[in-house]
T-cell receptor, first 114, second 117 residues
Framework: LAKTTQPISMDSYEGQEVNITCSHN???????ITWYQQFPSQGPRFIIQ???TKVTNEVASLFIPADRKSSTLSLPRVSLSDTAVYYC???????????????FGQGTELSVKP | DTAVSQTPKYLVTQMGNDKSIKCEQN?????MYWYKQDSKKFLKIMFS???????INETVPNRFSPKSPDKAHLNLHINSLELGDSAVYFC????????????????FGSGTRLTVV
């Protein structure tokens, strides 16, 4: 599975847009990019998954350039409740993931201040 | 509420003791997992069960023994607890699409914070 690199921590203020970039230089052709969010004292929660270009849902947007060697999770107008650790995972999509094993990296600890 | 629930939420115990953590899911999933999250926030899979059958057993000391009485429950028993076992343990579940076909609907519980003193 492709190794991922993310910033260890980021600070932001309420109302700002936050972009978290993940590097995955050795991403394989059939790999998808998935982001999980983990609030303090909770388990990780799936937020978005994509293969190329742009994916948007009610929580976030995911931008993936043509070479797919990086991706950016974009959180529009963050609030205090977006304070969490964000994990970027790269590998076969869950639908094809043998054994159902998720491999998490260190994640990015996002702190949103008032 | 539909969820993955773990008990207890907190567990403080002395070295050498034996303890169990219980997990139940009412999502109708057929696959359940135990993950361990250390103090540096690294989450690592320990075990996975599909329909009560062990399918993933990572390099975990044999002091850790999972048990799945049915597909809705996966318990974790730990013998002879050591200081290094202190961590947050997460249970998760998902639904398989069939042999070798993958999984979806991954859902984590809220975790059990184990402190060994």
């Amino acid at each position: 599975l492709a190794k991922t690199t993310q910033p260890i921590s980021m600070d932001s203020y309420e109302g700002q847009e936050v972009n978290i970039t993940c590097s995955h230089n050795n991403i394989a052709t059939n790999d998808y990019i998935t982001w999980y969010q983990q609030f303090p004292s909770q388990g990780p929660r799936f937020i978005i998954q994509g293969y190329k270009t742009k994916v948007t849902n009610e929580v976030a947007s995911l931008f993936i350039p043509a070479d797919r060697k990086s991706s950016t999770l974009s959180l529009p107008r963050v609030s205090l409740s977006d304070t969490a650790v964000y994990y970027c995972l790269v590998g076969p999509p869950m639908i094809y993931n043998q054994g159902g094993k998720l491999i998490f990296g260190q994640g990015t600890e996002l702190s949103v201040k008032p | 509420d539909t969820a993955v629930s773990q008990t207890p939420k907190y567990l403080v115990t002395q070295m050498g003791n034996d303890k169990s953590i219980k997990c139940e899911q009412n999502l109708g999933h057929d696959t359940m997992y135990w993950y361990k999250q250390d103090s540096k926030k690294f989450l690592k899979i320990m075990f996975s069960y599909n329909n009560k059958e062990l399918i993933i057993n990572e390099t975990v000391p044999n002091r850790f023994s999972p048990k799945s009485p049915d597909k809705a429950h996966l318990n974790l028993h730990i013998n002879s607890l050591e200081l290094g076992d202190s961590a947050v343990y997460f249970c998760a579940s998902s639904q398989s699409l069939g042999p070798g076909q993958g999984y979806y609907g991954y859902t984590f519980g809220s975790g059990t914070r184990l402190t060994v003193v």
